[in-house]
């Protein structure tokens, strides 16, 4: 028998298992309340968002409203542009360093590699002062690439694929060098291929964090045409619709949807990918 | 054969971009705090000079700045050990077969995507007086009413709740994936030795998911120090700064007060902070190293 279908001695039975599958389930309905509120409140008219009828009518009025209330088809179209230019930026220049520091012996590397590391302490998150005085420099306030600068060169991204890199077989490389081919066509030919399932691990987890990412994008930005979702839902909800919860609730909805529809579709490989990224 | 100095030339060629763009705006921005620690703010007429220590003196007699630190301290007291203890119970509920256990993974896991900005919106719904759910739920069993967010009782409290809600999903599948990776037979020879649950989980799971354990607290140390969006949403630092974090206090002196050589201060101090828990984790990554 394999090690998956072995019956585990300390498996919960009978009584314990009851009391176990009840707990597990009270704590997950708890835990997914606040988010079947929201979507109660976001598909219901505002008179019922805390009466909870089961007649209540569906409605989709609030989405509407929300929609014609802030531009948020430019804001979903700035942070599109944003998480892919941040992710294909950070492929690129992660690949490249990740290969270096995977496969070549040169002065100062281990210096190097403790440069790179140091950022998955000291993220650009915490240097926001500074970060905002250079993009005043560079003229890039107020604009994408002045949320994405920061973050396109990613300690996280080298350390991931240098892991990768690591357990492809040296063989391979030799094989490909003696047939004569140069460093670049063995990165693309043979060690990229090997870590599509790592690419794409790093692509989920980057994504999301860079769709999520609020302060820094608050600071850099101010007008409509740089915004990303997260700083037009905050001045959308914190501005003078009044207090509105279904509106708000339909709008924290919408910005959040792309990413939950993802989840709920291919929630294995989210939830792999999270794992991949976090242990490397 | 490739001669190792072209060789080297070729390493530094690919590390150029990545390292250029780490420059500019991690090790540059950091040494540029420090430096601008050491000046004064530029005003119109009053142009930016060094004034040694000062910012760091007007720090140490700062209330708004002991007070965000204190109030640091204790939300990732009150995030952490909670988070970590919540995670690890539902790794271990979703790793026994129990019915319906798909959906109790999908809804621990889901905060964990979902924008904080978003949810803190929903939370702050919940929290509202009279009107949010928490109220009316109270008012619904007769209970006195109180303002969560607006006392400073329980604001930072209402924040922790948050906080835990949004990161015990996260640390959750870490366990998950651990107690995976634990080899089935031990749990048989457990069981023959005759060793209960409990102690199974404390003599075998426990000690053995400590690399874990140590990797979770690390990651939620810093997030501890590094989570602003739900302050922003829900209280900015309210009432009285009883819910101010360090870096939301840095966000404010920086961007709202635009005093940015205290901002640098502040941010030198968490650097500084941030560094010692870097050195610790180096020191454990080192050894983790060896393991494999």
């Not at chain 1, 944003?82 to 012996?105: D, G, H, K, N």
């Not at chain 2, 995976?180 to 031990?186: C, F, G, K, N, T």
């Not at chain 2, 810093?222 to 206090?249: C, E, K, Q, S």
Request: net charge positive; aromatic share 14%; glycine share 6%.
């Amino acid at each position: 028998m394999s090690a998956q279908t072995r019956p585990d001695p300390y498996a919960p039975k009978g009584l314990a298992r009851t009391l176990e599958a009840t707990g597990a389930g009270l704590l997950a309905v708890l835990w997914i309340s606040p988010l079947v509120f929201a979507f109660w409140a976001a598909f219901h008219p505002p008179e019922f968002t805390t009466r909870f009828a089961l007649m209540a009518p569906l409605t989709l009025d609030n989405f509407t409203r929300a929609w014609g209330a802030a531009p948020f088809a430019r804001y979903f179209l700035n942070t599109f542009i944003l998480v892919t230019m941040i992710f294909a930026c950070q492929a690129v220049l992660c690949t490249l360093a990740a290969y270096a520091f995977a496969r070549f012996e040169f002065p100062g590397k281990s210096f190097a590699f403790a440069l790179v590391l140091v950022q998955l302490m000291i993220m650009p998150d915490v240097l926001i002062v500074e970060n905002y005085r250079t993009m005043g420099m560079l003229g890039a306030v107020d604009s994408l690439p002045g949320i994405a600068l920061p973050y396109v060169a990613s300690a996280f991204g080298v350390f991931l694929l240098r892991q990768t890199f690591l357990t492809v077989p040296r063989e391979l490389d030799d094989a490909a060098r003696v047939e004569g081919a140069s460093a670049f066509q063995i990165l693309m030919k043979i060690y990229v291929p090997l870590a599509r399932p790592v690419y794409i691990a790093y692509g989920l987890v980057s994504i999301s964090y860079h769709w999520n990412n609020f302060l820094w994008p608050l600071i850099v930005t101010n007008s409509v045409e740089a915004r990303p979702l997260t700083v037009g839902l905050q001045i959308f909800s914190s501005g003078d619709q009044g207090v509105d919860w279904s509106i708000i609730c339909a709008a924290t909805l919408m910005t959040s949807a792309p990413l939950l529809i993802g989840f709920l579709l291919f929630q294995r490989q989210f939830v792999q990918s999270f794992m991949r990224a976090g242990i490397r | 054969m490739i001669r190792p100095a072209s060789r080297a030339l070729t390493a530094w060629l690919l590390l150029a971009p990545a390292m250029t763009f780490l420059f500019v705006f991690t090790h540059w921005p950091a040494l540029a705090s420090l430096m601008e620690s050491f000046m004064s703010t530029a005003r119109p007429r009053r142009p930016s000079r060094f004034v040694g220590m000062d910012n760091y003196q007007q720090a140490l007699s700062d209330p708004v700045f002991w007070k965000s630190l204190t109030n640091n301290l204790w939300f990732a007291l009150g995030t952490i050990p909670a988070s970590i203890a919540l995670a690890l119970l539902m790794a271990i509920w979703v790793n026994d077969r129990l019915p319906g256990r798909t959906f109790a993974r999908m809804a621990y896991f889901t905060p964990t995507i979902l924008p904080m900005i978003a949810v803190a919106n929903i939370w702050l719904f919940f929290f509202t007086p009279q009107y949010g759910l928490i109220e009316q739920i109270a008012s619904a069993l007769g209970l006195p009413s109180h303002n969560w967010l607006g006392s400073g009782d329980t604001a930072l409290g209402a924040v922790i709740m948050v906080a835990i809600w949004k990161e015990a999903g996260f640390f959750m599948i870490f366990y998950l994936a651990a107690l995976q990776a634990i080899s089935p037979v031990l749990a048989e020879a457990a069981n023959l030795e005759g060793a209960s649950r409990w102690t199974y989980f404390r003599r075998v799971q426990f000690p053995l998911l400590m690399p874990t354990t140590l990797f979770v607290l690390i990651n939620a140390v810093i997030n501890a120090f590094r989570m602003v969006d739900h302050i922003i949403v829900m209280t900015r630092g309210g009432p009285d700064n009883a819910t101010a974090l360090l870096m939301f206090y840095i966000y404010q002196v920086g961007f709202n007060f635009w005093d940015t050589a205290y901002a640098a201060a502040l941010t030198t101090i968490l650097i500084v902070m941030l560094a010692l828990i870097a050195l610790l984790q180096y020191g454990w990554l080192e050894r983790r190293v060896h393991y494999q």
